[in-house]
Every structure is written in C-alpha cells, then in structure tokens.
C-alpha cells in the first residue's frame, strides 16, 4: 500500500512539473497557451498591433478541432495587439487570473476579456514581473468602472466563451495597461 501511494505520489509531481514547464495541459483550457509557457511563444510577433475591441470580437471563430493541443492558432495568437476600451468590470476569475471586462467605445455592445494570469501560474513564461505589476495596477484602479483603458496583450482564442465575446477571442495573457483617465 505505501509502494502504491508513493508511487502515485511521484505521478502526481511529475504531471505537475510537465505542467509548470508548458509540455502538459489538463482538458482543453490550453493553460500554455493562455500563460505565454507554450512552444509557440517564440513565434509570437511582439510588436503591437493597433484595433478595436470590435475588430476582435468579428474575427471568426476557429473550428472546435483547433483546441485540441498545445499550439497556437495563427495567425491571431501568435500576434499582440493594442486596444482602448472603455473598462466595464473587473473580476477576480476562480483560475486565478484578473479578468478586465472591456466595451468598444465606438461599439458599447462588444465586449471582450483581458486576463492578467497570476504568476505564480506562470512560472516558466519570463513574465512573472509584468504580471504581477499590471495586477498591482489594476488593484490601484479598482473603482475604474467606466474608465479608458490601454490594454496590450496576445490574442487568445478560449474554448468556452464566457459570455463576452462570441468568438471567444480574448488579450490573454495582458503585456501592458494603462489607466487613460486622469485621476
């Protein structure tokens, strides 16, 4: 018995390490992918692209084959893009993540999510400081309902859409944000 609990012990800390390390996702949450730990990162154009939360929300959504795997879906996750948006909600996600709930200024009814992961699942990405500093200042803005925001990050396609935008397609993980209003 104490062979097999050892044994299961050691299973257990090797699926978490090939986890942390972007080789393993549990179901199709694509944890790599979202956290910037993938294979794919490196073909990731960092240079910002200039849109819309509208442009986003239209773009069309890949077939359901696409979530399978650890692989970006080019080309719109192996880009970064800018947005200004009009900040509608902040939420605290139950995997960890902030989640920035953005409105089209232009176009109220698109709606998209940007997610700041929480670094301590993103161990690994090289991006542990930037996280946790866009958390710090979205955690110095938390009344900001209804202010322009600057958010940069790389396109995402999720596999359940959580109600925002229709195609799932959302900035995760958020490189850069900033607080347009003046205070």
């Not at 154009?45 to 929300?57: E, I, Q, R, Y």
């Not at 991006?127 to 202010?147: I, M, Q, Y």
């Not at 359940?160 to 195609?167: E, K, L, R």
């Amino acid at each position: 018995m104490r062979r097999l609990l050892l044994l299961l012990l050691a299973l257990l800390l090797i699926c978490l390490l090939l986890f942390a390390a972007g080789v393993m996702d549990f179901g199709l949450f694509r944890w790599p992918v979202k956290t910037f730990r993938d294979r794919d990162r490196g073909r990731v154009w960092m240079k910002p692209v200039d849109t819309t939360v509208a442009a986003l929300t239209r773009l069309p959504r890949p077939p359901n084959e696409s979530f399978h795997g650890l692989t970006r879906i080019a080309p719109e996750e192996l880009s970064v893009y800018r947005v200004r948006a009009k900040l509608r909600r902040i939420l605290d996600g139950a995997d960890g993540d902030i989640h920035l709930i953005l409105d089209d200024p232009a176009e109220p009814s698109r709606t998209m999510i940007a997610e700041i992961p929480n670094p301590l699942f993103a161990v690994g990405s090289g991006l542990g400081r930037v996280f946790s500093a866009e958390r710090a200042e979205v955690r110095r803005h938390s009344r900001a309902r209804g202010e322009m925001v600057e958010v940069i990050g790389i396109g995402f396609f999720d596999y359940y859409p959580t109600g925002h935008a229709s195609n799932g397609f959302e900035l995760h993980p958020v490189l850069g944000l900033k607080f347009l209003n003046k205070r």
